[in-house]
């Protein structure tokens, strides 16, 4: 049985300056690169948009970013145009240590569905591969990071517990978008479904 860090989505939209600037998203790197030797795997995860995606604000006329929209796979939040595939925002912190990572994997590639999970895509039906990958190398223990806490962080958390797998989240080294609330949601949707919330 092995441990694992998943680092989600520590690019350069999500930290102050980007696209979707996450306050404070690029304080929690030094946390997040010292906790890499720590662990047996390490997983980078990559928000990889294709341009013109379905939860790009500006492809649903007369919508604001921030607001939600019915999908065919449930509500949705419209986003300003993020981490598009290629783009410098779309690129990891520069200050991320990428090199210790023994996999980086890519989500919300697919046009018509976004993908907060690191596990599925919102649909909640569409794998990632990640789980395979996981268990393949024996790992039980996951510890989850990075950007955003109330929703990448929050989905991939839930999604491993649901999996089966030991999941906890290092608050400190999450930061949260915190949108009417969210940040407070996700704590108690994953404190029951059995995430462990850490500092
Ligand atoms: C994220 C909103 C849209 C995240 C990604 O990484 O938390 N949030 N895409
Ligand atoms: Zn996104």
Redesign the pocket.
């Given at each position: 049985m092995t441990k694992a860090l998943i680092v989600?989505?520590v690019q350069n939209d999500?930290c102050p300056g980007g696209a979707?600037a996450v306050t404070g998203g690029d304080q929690i790197i030094g946390r997040v690169n010292a906790l890499m030797g720590e662990f047996d795997t390490v997983v980078l995860t990559q928000?990889w948009h294709p341009a013109g995606h379905s939860?790009f604000a500006s492809q649903h006329p007369g919508a604001a970013p921030f607001t939600q929209i019915d999908m065919p796979y449930g509500p949705q939040?419209l986003?300003p145009d993020?981490?598009v595939q290629g783009s410098s925002g779309a690129a990891f912190h520069p200050d991320l240590e990428t090199g210790p990572a023994h996999l980086v994997i890519r989500k919300?590639f697919r046009p018509e569905v976004?993908s907060?999970s690191a596990f599925f895509e919102n649909d909640h039906e569409t794998v990632t591969g990640l789980a395979g990958y996981l268990r393949a190398r024996g790992a039980q223990e996951l510890t989850f990071v990075g950007?955003?806490l109330d929703?990448?962080?929050a989905w991939s958390a839930m999604d491993a517990a649901r999996l089966g797998f030991e999941a906890r989240v290092l608050e400190d080294a999450c930061r949260a978008?915190d949108l009417e609330g969210s940040l407070n949601a996700a704590r108690d949707a994953m404190t029951a479904a059995g995430v462990k919330l850490e500092h």
């Open positions: 989600i989505d999500f979707l928000d939860s939040t986003w993020h981490c919300g976004d907060y950007l955003a929703f990448c962080v978008i």
